[in-house]
T-cell receptor
Framework: GENVEQHPSTLSVQEGDSAVIKCTYS??????FPWYKQELGKGPQLIID?????GEKKDQRIAVTLNKTAKHFSLHITETQPEDSAVYFC??????????????FGQGTELSVKP | SAVISQKPSRDICQRGTSLTIQCQVD?????MFWYRQQPGQSLTLIAT?????????ESGFVIDKFPISRPNLTFSTLTVSNMSPEDSSIYLC?????????FGPGTRLLVL
């Protein structure tokens, strides 16, 4: 089955710097890759996602890149702010049409942005 | 999008007892999921619950321990049965709308 590895487990950056979190997946059939942000005491919230027919997607300060050949994808946060501090999870699934697939999550990255 | 609520938000239970967690969605959805998140860990899928059919359990999770009900398209329950301290976790309900899975706020369970 699918396995998702996520690095680093913790990341500390200064406010205004960039943060990069990397994930690798094992199943080449996976075609949907969402990223979730989980703040303390809350459920995960989707922040960005990418499908396998796209190499990069950007939404304001957040971007995700996908390398299908190498089976890895990354989250990039620019101009980090203290409110970006949270645990970030990557995930992978195989979607068929509009049908959902089981999400396999990475281990999580605890991001700390120091003012 | 979807707005999901869970009850209770947290509970402290004695070993050997059972707890039923409720999940309510503000719109009709076909697929609902239950996840477990052990302290400081990632999310692990327990089961998928579709209305009108039996829940599908993932490897390592069984119906006797985690019975699930899905009586309609906006509601589901997960019961954690005969609890032990190892069941202390956050239990999360999730629904799929379009391509996206949305998560509830979670139920924080501590078993003593």
């Amino acid at each position: 089955g699918e396995n998702v590895e996520q690095h680093p487990s913790t990341l500390s950056v200064q406010e205004g710097d960039s943060a990069v979190i990397k994930c690798t997946y094992s199943d080449s059939a996976s075609n949907y890759f969402p990223w979730y942000k989980q703040e303390l005491g809350k459920g995960p919230q989707l922040i960005i996602d990418i499908r396998s027919n796209v190499g990069e997607k950007k939404d304001q300060r957040i971007a995700v890149t996908l390398n299908k050949t190498a089976k890895h994808f990354s989250l990039h946060i620019t101009e980090t702010q203290p409110e970006d501090s949270a645990v970030y999870f990557c995930a992978a699934s195989m979607r068929m049409g509009n049908q959902g697939g089981k999400l396999i999550f990475g281990q999580g990255t605890e991001l700390s942005v120091k003012p | 999008s979807a707005v999901i609520s869970q009850k209770p938000s947290r509970d402290i239970c004695q070993r050997g007892t059972s707890l039923t967690i409720q999940c309510q969605v503000d719109s009709q959805v076909t697929m609902m999921f239950w996840y477990r998140q052990q302290p400081g860990q990632s999310l692990t899928l327990i089961a998928t619950a579709n209305q009108g059919s039996e829940a599908t359990y993932e490897s390592g999770f069984v119906i006797d321990k985690f019975p699930i009900s899905r009586p309609n398209l906006t509601f589901s329950t997960l019961t954690v049965s005969n609890m032990s301290p190892e069941d202390s976790s956050i239990y999360l309900c999730s629904v799929e709308v379009g391509e996206t899975q949305y998560f509830g706020p979670g139920t924080r369970l501590l078993v003593l």
